[in-house]
């Protein structure tokens, strides 16, 4: 069965369209179980109602036109009860209509299950049979799994639009949502773009391309691969033997006109751009070999494989050539890189997406650095087919919307002018002291990581760094830095900044945050060797750094020094002791510089219980609110399928926050926070309450808090934390904050497309 499963689900992936994949679905389920029907039904959003769209068994002039609503008949039932339904005799069951147009009289076994994509129904799957009788086990279980890839098709289709007024061509466009994490805040409305991994052909999309054009394009692409060809052949003369040898000659004769090229032509000549095309029948071969039993033409599969990338290779060199941006780009593709964004002109670049990576990946980094509003995770955006369709990206909850409506559309381009209205608006705050109505006096710094966040913090107007992410140049090298490169790269941000103090983090690896160059393999890496463990294991590492930190601010004297994923005391007895001897090490070459303020980062429960303790042993401390939150909600920061979970505003979360103030000044130690929640303004407002002495953020939000810290009283931020601290569901602390905020006029501040998060 498995080896079925297999099957289908790789014919299913390379259909073409929504109809082509249910038609393969309901044929080979229909063999494979030895079943009379196999009917796919789907719920059209608009009538609510569940349409027969596929059927093998069933009457196929019925297909589009018998639907049935969620309290009507069997697969209403199934649908609405979420379950699958095993019958042995359908006709006995009180929910049973007959429909006499497919002619299901004569089946009377029946078994559907439901077709969830992210909680949500949207069709039911069934097969019937002429004689009585109960589907075993297996076929249930092996149903209910094909429904479960059925799912990812249908969004994968709702993405593209191809699921339009289901049976009713036409009428209406759907618009879908696709739900990843914020990279950064923001929204945008534009058109998608999609850069492809370089040589992928599974990612190639389907679309229309000028014939003369595409034709002449596949031939230099032909001309390209052979010559490699016979310049690899040639290469290797010596070191192949003839018979090795002969697969090059292989490769030329698929490259044929009479062979692989001709047929990539032919359907360049329907229409086609010749990298569909190519993929349209490089895939048709592999299929047709992956299927065969015989072991050696199996791997024939991987030769036309290995042909078409390098076709395609040259056909994707040449349209990157001439790719013209236009304007509101927002870029998608599997994994962003910071080398991508580069690639878009300057001022066309209004939105990012990625299907892989998290709010944590160097491009997310960069993109706040910039301003640019990014949805990372997108795990489920067929992102390849979605090339020059309308989007919209909403990177304050990491959604996206494809194909979206005239109305959502409108309502997005006005958050989007509001935003820009609203950062001219703030513009004025620069010079501006951020102080409470009553007086209270808030420093607010910026996050860092590459230089181009220097000159915006500045343009913001921060008056320090909260947080130097030091990995950020470590990520983006080939190889470790060394101490010579790493002096240079922090005296820059050191010297930018002076006389205003940098809090520079020591290396904080692992967990989503790995290099290239040292590889960390774990099951379960957010527990895993992270942050300070992996440096206190690698002493070399972190007194290179510590030294070259040192080193840079001589003259400056603006250096503190913050210490990430301390889980107590004894960790950061180790590390104190690594700095006091990297700092006598420093002065004994001759560099004078006096010992910086060393600060430990509260973002382990662990370290919340041992305040104290470890406030006793440091000049200041600083609140990570976004591990602080994973780790005491148990929720990945970074999994999209638990995001609804992740949220600092749970009463736990602001308990433990509540707890470190209280406990860092009981020891008279100043304490900041530097998670992403100092830079939401609602938020900014119950830490300020709580006694945070500064807050740390990006520097796109500094403006926004700074305003709104400017319009309120600290004793009514008191009033306010007071009365939430009482609330036990977070929810309700959600919309009673929002409801505050708004009963005191500030609600302009708070994420305007926010029904729930800030
Ligand atoms: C944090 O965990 O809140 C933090 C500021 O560090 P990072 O996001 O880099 O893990
Ligand atoms: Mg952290």
């Known amino acids: 069965m498995l080896n079925t499963l297999r099957k289908i689900v790789q014919e299913v992936n390379s259909a073409k369209d929504l109809k082509t994949a249910l038609g393969i679905i309901v044929l080979r389920v229909k063999e494979a179980m030895g079943s009379q029907v196999c009917s796919v039904y789907l719920l059209d959003p608009e009538s609510n109602r569940f349409v027969l769209m596929a059927t093998e068994g069933l009457n196929k002039r019925s297909i589009g036109k018998v639907s049935m609503a ?447 160059y040292f590889p960390i393999k774990e099951d379960n890496p957010f527990l895993g060797w992270r942050g300070i463990r992996v440096t206190l294991d690698h002493p070399e590492i972190f007194l290179v750094q510590a030294r070259a930190m040192l080193k840079a601010s001589e003259g400056l004297n603006n250096l503190r020094i913050l210490l990430p994923m301390i889980s107590g005391t004894h960790e950061l007895e180790e590390a104190l002791h690594l700095i006091h001897r990297a700092w006598g090490e420093v002065r004994d070459e001759g560099t004078d510089v006096p010992m910086p303020p060393v600060g430990v980062m509260i973002e382990i429960p662990a370290a919340v219980y041992q305040t104290r303790e470890l406030a006793r042993q440091v000049d200041f401390l600083s609140v990570g609110s976004n591990d602080l939150t994973q780790y005491l909600l148990a929720v990945d920061r970074n999994n999209p399928r638990v995001a609804d979970l992740y949220d600092y505003l749970h009463p736990a979360v602001l308990q433990a926050l509540q707890n470190v103030v209280t406990d860092a000044h009981a020891e008279g130690k100043p304490v900041s926070i530097c998670g992403e929640m100092a830079g939401d303004p609602a938020a900014a407002v119950l830490l300020m309450a709580m006694g945070y002495d500064s807050l740390s953020m990006n520097a796109t939000n500094l403006p926004k808090v700074k305003w709104m810290l400017r319009q309120i009283h600290l004793s009514k931020a008191k009033e306010l934390l007071a009365q939430l601290n009482k609330i036990d569901n977070p929810q309700v602390i959600h919309s009673t904050l929002q409801l505050a905020l708004k009963n005191l006029g500030l609600s302009r501040m708070i994420n305007p497309t926010s029904p729930k998060k800030f």
Not at 386 to 410: A, R, W
Request: charged content about 25%; aromatic content about 6%.
């Open 70 to 516: 969620p309290n009507e008949g069997l697969v209403g039932l199934v649908g609405t009860r979420e379950e699958p339904l095993n019958l042995e005799n359908a006709a006995d069951h009180p929910r049973y209509r007959y429909f006499a147009e497919t002619g299901e009289e004569r089946f009377a076994s029946f078994l559907g299950t439901p077709i969830i994509h992210h909680r949500r129904v949207v069709g039911v799957l069934v097969i019937q049979q002429k004689e009585r009788r109960q589907f075993d086990e297996g076929e249930e279980a092996f149903l209910v799994t094909m429904s479960a890839q059925l799912a990812g098709v249908i969004a994968h289709a709702e993405a593209t639009g191809s699921i339009r007024g289901l049976g009713r061509q036409g009428k209406g466009i759907q618009e879908a949502k696709f739900v990843g994490v914020p990279g950064s805040p923001g929204a945008a409305v534009g058109t998608a773009v999609v850069m492809l991994p370089p040589a992928d052909l599974d990612v190639v999309p389907d679309k229309a391309g000028d014939i003369t054009a595409e034709l002449a394009l596949f031939q230099t692409a032909l001309e390209g691969v052979r010559n490699d060809m016979r310049t690899l052949s040639a290469k290797l003369a010596t070191q192949l033997r003839p018979e090795e040898r002969a697969l090059f000659d292989v490769y030329l004769m698929m490259l044929d006109d009479a062979s692989l090229g001709s047929e990539v032509t032919n359907v360049i000549k329907t229409g086609q751009w010749a990298q569909g095309a190519l993929r349209q029948v490089v895939t048709e071969h592999v299929n047709r070999f992956e299927l065969m039993d015989d072991a050696y033409l199996r791997e024939r599969a991987s030769d036309v494989k290995d042909l078409g990338r390098r076709l395609l290779a040259y056909l994707q060199q040449a349209r990157q050539q001439t790719l013209v941006y236009p304007d509101n780009t927002i870029l998608i593709s599997e994994e962003l890189s910071a080398a991508m964004l580069g690639e878009v002109p300057e001022g066309k670049l209004v939105g990012l997406v990625s299907v892989l990576g998290s709010g944590n990946s160097h491009v997310a980094i960069l993109a706040r650095a910039m301003g640019i509003p990014t949805v990372m995770g997108v795990v489920d955006l067929p992102y390849s087919k979605v090339d020059g369709i309308n989007m919209i990206v909403d990177g304050y909850h990491g959604e996206v919307f494809t194909n979206p409506s005239e109305v959502l559309t409108k309502q997005y381009a006005g958050i989007v002018e509001e935003e820009r209205q609203l950062s001219l608006g703030l513009d004025a705050l620069r010079e501006l002291p951020c102080v409470t109505l009553d007086g209270h006096r808030m420093p607010l710094w910026v996050n860092t990581g590459l230089l181009a966040d220097v000159a915006r913090a500045q343009q913001r107007g921060a008056e320090g760094v909260g947080l130097y992410r030091t990995e950020v140049a470590f990520m983006i090298n080939q190889r470790f830095p060394s101490e010579k490169e790493q002096l240079a790269i922090y005296r820059e941000q050191l010297a930018a900044f002076h006389p205003l103090p940098v809090t520079m983090r020591s290396l904080d690896i692992g967990g989503d945050k790995s290099l290239s």
